[in-house]
């Protein structure tokens, strides 16, 4: 009897063991095995750089696909040694064990066609999941990674290759709480002032995404109420709608199709706020 216990505990454990590498297989299978270097990086009037802010849904959690990897040669960004490759997702490197699509290669390869044929644009990651507004103000040490610091270095790396056109941010998931989400327009507007104070330009573009409509959360709509107020008091911002975008079905993320869906909407608004 002990024997039969032992051998099919065993084959759980197999079983188990088995399923964990398929579902993380599925994760990285289509992930970029090498990086492509940049060889002929353009002049620096002719980089525009846009750089990627926020949480989890900033960072991606999306599933790569074939369609994410292909490279295009006017799309650039920094990786984690703050060089400039050719962008492939995932872009963003914090959290190599969840790692998964963005929204920005799409974000790229959509506003290259509304732009001019001379101009690359080079994509900066900073996001991390699960930060709070609070933590980005406060400089807090998350998830090994110190927020606004790491923020302003990774922008000070861009500047060197480009000009700063646009900040691309999507966060408030954490902040859905009680006690937090009435704070929000409040520290959203001094975030959003710390950032164009980094780059040098109070006017700076910023394109800001609601938090998706799937949530059980009901301050999720109360924190995209909030963005919309804030919206609206600052003329160089604008807000990309979500509310018919799917989750991956955790309730929490943009599935891939939603990341690619995103990417395109956050172009569109951004050469809208240019008129």
Do not use: C
């Amino acid at each position: 009897m002990i024997n039969k216990i032992f051998s099919l505990t065993i084959v759980l454990i197999f079983m188990l063991s088995v399923s964990y590498g398929q579902d993380k297989n599925e994760r990285t299978q289509f992930f970029p095995k090498e990086e492509l270097s940049v060889n002929n990086i353009p002049d620096k009037e002719n980089i525009w750089v846009f750089i990627l802010a926020g949480q989890s849904n900033m960072a991606g959690r999306g599933l790569v696909e074939p369609q994410d990897t292909v490279p295009n040669n006017r799309v650039y960004a920094l990786n984690g040694k703050g060089n400039i490759i050719i962008a492939k997702e995932p872009l963003h490197f914090y959290e190599p064990s969840m790692a998964g699509l963005d929204s920005g290669l799409s974000f790229g390869k959509s506003l290259i066609k509304h732009i001019p044929d001379s101009i690359s644009v080079l994509l900066v990651p900073t996001a991390v999941g699960g930060s709070s507004i609070s933590q980005w103000l406060n400089d807090s040490i998350h998830r090994e990674v110190k927020l606004f610091s790491n923020f302003k270095r990774m922008a000070e790396l861009g500047m060197q290759y480009g000009t700063v056109k646009g900040i691309l941010w999507h966060q408030g998931e954490s902040d859905a709480k009680t006690k937090e989400a009435p704070l929000y327009q409040s520290k959203l507007s001094e975030l959003i002032y710390q950032f164009r104070k980094v780059v040098g330009n109070q006017e700076m573009t910023v394109v800001i995404g609601q938090l998706g409509s799937y949530s059980t959360n009901p301050l999720w709509s109360k924190i995209n109420d909030h963005i919309k107020y804030y919206v609206s008091t600052d003329p160089n911002s604008g807000m990309i709608n979500t509310q018919d975008l799917k989750d991956k079905g955790d309730k929490v993320h943009f599935d891939s199709k939603a990341q690619r869906a995103l990417g395109e909407r956050y172009a569109n608004e951004f050469i809208k706020l240019q008129h």
